[in-house]
T-cell receptor, first 110, second 113 residues
């Protein structure tokens, strides 16, 4: 069965600092992997996705993620965080029905 | 990207009544739509997969008689929460699949009083 683990419930970083959000997945075949961001009371916005090919994926808002099959990971990174990046981030896996991780809440300190 | 519209965005209903939530794909046709439920500060839990013209597939533990799903056209799926109770209060989100990507609605905040 497919599943996603986001080990960090809450992360706080200073504005301008780099960010890495962890995501590990369990999937029987080549996974379709996604990162979404959710602001309070809002729906989901897709940041980036991986289906195949280049394992380093570029997304919107300066985010990128790297697919590492050997580690079953798809960590999200950003070199310099902005205050507007504060939100809830979800990693998801699946080709049809998607399974979401528990989410990581990002707080950005001034 | 493709747009999915979910309506209403917020609804308050009395205990025992039913509430219908609509999910529309505005600029594409979606043979498959998905319904999720999200409790405060928690992740999205898949409730059911809605297939146009056929019965929905419910996840284990989801009461199909309570959460009625209808996918009557390629652009519309509805979720009806029947005989709502306060414990049904939650954030409900739909998504519609276009090719290899799912697009999400803005969600519906249901409060049952």
């Amino acid at each position: 069965a497919q599943s996603v683990t986001q080990p960090d419930i809450h992360i706080t970083v200073s504005e301008g600092a780099s960010l890495e959000l962890r995501c590990n997945y369990s999937y029987g075949a080549t996974p379709y992997l996604f990162w979404y961001v959710q602001s309070p009371g809002q729906g989901l916005q897709l940041l980036l996705k991986y289906f195949s090919g280049d394992t380093l994926v570029q997304g919107i808002k300066g985010f990128e993620a790297e697919f590492k099959r050997s580690q079953s990971s798809f960590n999200l990174r950003k070199p310099s965080v902005h205050w507007s990046d504060a939100a809830e981030y979800f990693c998801a896996v699946g080709a049809n029905d998607m399974r979401f991780g528990a989410g990581t809440r990002l707080t950005v300190k001034p | 990207g493709a747009v999915v519209s979910q309506h209403p965005s917020r609804v308050i209903c009395k205990s025992g009544t039913s509430v219908k939530i609509e999910c529309r794909s505005l600029d594409f046709q979606a043979t498959t739509m998905f319904w999720y439920r999200q409790f405060p500060k928690q992740s999205l839990m898949l409730m059911a997969t809605s297939n146009e013209g056929s019965k929905a597939t419910y996840e284990q533990g989801v009461e199909k008689d309570k959460f009625l799903i209808n996918h009557a056209s390629l652009t519309l799926s509805t979720l009806t929460v029947t005989s709502a109770h306060p414990e049904d209060s939650s954030f409900y989100i739909c998504s519609a699949k276009a090719a290899t990507e799912a697009f999400f609605g803005q969600g519906t905040r249901l409060t049952v009083v």
